[in-house]
C-alpha cells in the first residue's frame, strides 16, 4: 500500500534526522497536510495511525470533517484566514497556524464555544518572502503576542512560517534559523510556547535541523496534488 508506506518511509526520515541533528526522540509532530485530497485517502493515513491533519480552505475542509466525524482527529487550519470564516473554523478545528492579524484573533476567540477549551494558535512569521502578504514581520512578533494573550479562548502556542521555496538545503536552513532564534527568545519569559510549524515536503529536513516542533507534509504523503 502506497500511502503506508509513504507514512513509514516519512517517519524513518523523521526519526533519522532526530537523531543526526541533536534532537530528542519524537520531538517533531508529522501533520499530514490534506487539502485537496479524498476522504478516502484521510482516512486511509488514519488507519496507518495519523492523527494530525492540515486544511487549507475552509469550505472544503468543513465538508470533510464532518462527513468523517472522529473526535480523535486533530485538525489544523493552516490556510489564509478570510474574516466571514472565522466562525466555522473556531467551531471545528483545533489548531489555527496562520495568525497575523488581531481582528481575526478577535473573532476567532469571539467564536470559540466556551466547552471545547481554548483554541491553539501560532503566529505566522514572514521571515523571507517580500512578496507575500500572510505573516507578520519578525520584529513585530514580540508585541503581537503580548495583544494574543489577553483572549481567553485562545492558547498561543508558537510560530509558523512558510518561506520562499528553494531547493538548496543551507538556503532552506536560514529563515528557519532566525525563526529559532526568535522562539528561543520568546520562551525565555514563556516557556508555554511548545511549537514551531516549519517545513514542508521540500524542506523537511532544513526544518528538523533547526528546531522545528511540527512538519506540514502533504506532497511526500498522499503524492503530487493535481488540482
Ligand atoms: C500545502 C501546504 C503544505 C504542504 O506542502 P507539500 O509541499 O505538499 O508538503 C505545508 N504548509 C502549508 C501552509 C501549505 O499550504
Given at each position: 500500500?502506497?500511502?503506508?508506506?509513504?507514512?513509514?518511509?516519512i517517519h524513518n526520515e523523521i526519526s533519522?534526522?532526530?537523531?543526526?541533528?541533536?534532537?530528542?526522540?519524537?520531538?517533531?509532530?508529522?501533520?499530514?497536510?490534506?487539502?485537496?485530497?479524498?476522504?478516502?485517502?484521510?482516512?486511509?493515513?488514519?488507519?496507518?495511525?495519523?492523527?494530525?491533519?492540515?486544511?487549507?480552505?475552509?469550505?472544503?475542509?468543513?465538508?470533510?470533517?464532518?462527513?468523517?466525524?472522529?473526535?480523535?482527529?486533530?485538525?489544523?487550519?493552516?490556510?489564509?484566514?478570510?474574516?466571514?470564516?472565522?466562525?466555522?473554523?473556531?467551531?471545528?478545528?483545533?489548531?489555527?497556524?496562520?495568525?497575523?492579524?488581531?481582528?481575526?484573533?478577535?473573532?476567532?476567540?469571539?467564536?470559540?464555544?466556551?466547552?471545547?477549551?481554548?483554541?491553539?494558535?501560532?503566529?505566522?512569521?514572514?521571515?523571507?518572502?517580500?512578496?507575500?502578504?500572510?505573516?507578520?514581520?519578525?520584529?513585530?512578533?514580540?508585541?503581537?503576542?503580548?495583544?494574543?494573550?489577553?483572549?481567553?479562548?485562545?492558547?498561543?502556542?508558537?510560530?509558523?512560517?512558510?518561506?520562499?521555496?528553494?531547493?538548496?538545503?543551507?538556503?532552506?536552513?536560514?529563515?528557519?534559523?532566525?525563526?529559532?532564534?526568535?522562539?528561543?527568545?520568546?520562551?525565555?519569559?514563556?516557556?508555554?510556547?511548545?511549537?514551531?510549524?516549519?517545513?514542508?515536503?521540500?524542506?523537511?529536513?532544513?526544518?528538523?535541523?533547526?528546531?522545528?516542533?511540527?512538519?506540514?507534509?502533504?506532497?511526500?504523503?498522499?503524492?503530487?496534488?493535481?488540482?
Open positions: 500500500m502506497k500511502l503506508a508506506d509513504n507514512l513509514a518511509h533519522l534526522a532526530e537523531k543526526r541533528y541533536g534532537r530528542s526522540k519524537g520531538s517533531v509532530c508529522l501533520l499530514a497536510v490534506s487539502k485537496t485530497r479524498t476522504i478516502a485517502e484521510i482516512m486511509a493515513a488514519f488507519n496507518e495511525g495519523q492523527r494530525h491533519f492540515g486544511e487549507n480552505y475552509c469550505q472544503e475542509a468543513l465538508e470533510k470533517i464532518e462527513k468523517i466525524e472522529r473526535p480523535d482527529i486533530i485538525w489544523h487550519f493552516i490556510g489564509p484566514i478570510q474574516s466571514n470564516k472565522t466562525r466555522q473554523i473556531a467551531i471545528h478545528f483545533d489548531w489555527v497556524h496562520t495568525i497575523d492579524r488581531i481582528k481575526i484573533a478577535q473573532r476567532l476567540d469571539n467564536a470559540r464555544p466556551e466547552n471545547l477549551g481554548p483554541l491553539n494558535v501560532c503566529v505566522q512569521v514572514n521571515i523571507s518572502d517580500e512578496t507575500s502578504k500572510s505573516g507578520i514581520v519578525l520584529d513585530a512578533v514580540e508585541e503581537f503576542i503580548n495583544e494574543l494573550e489577553s483572549f481567553k479562548k485562545l492558547k498561543v502556542r508558537g510560530l509558523m512560517s512558510l518561506p520562499a521555496p528553494t531547493t538548496d538545503f543551507e538556503q532552506q536552513c536560514k529563515p528557519f534559523s532566525v525563526l529559532y532564534e526568535k522562539f528561543q527568545e520568546l520562551r525565555k519569559t514563556r516557556p508555554e510556547l511548545d511549537t514551531l510549524s516549519i517545513g514542508t515536503t521540500q524542506d523537511m529536513l532544513a526544518a528538523i535541523a533547526e528546531g522545528g516542533t511540527m512538519v506540514r507534509i502533504g506532497t511526500a504523503l498522499f503524492g503530487p496534488r493535481v488540482t
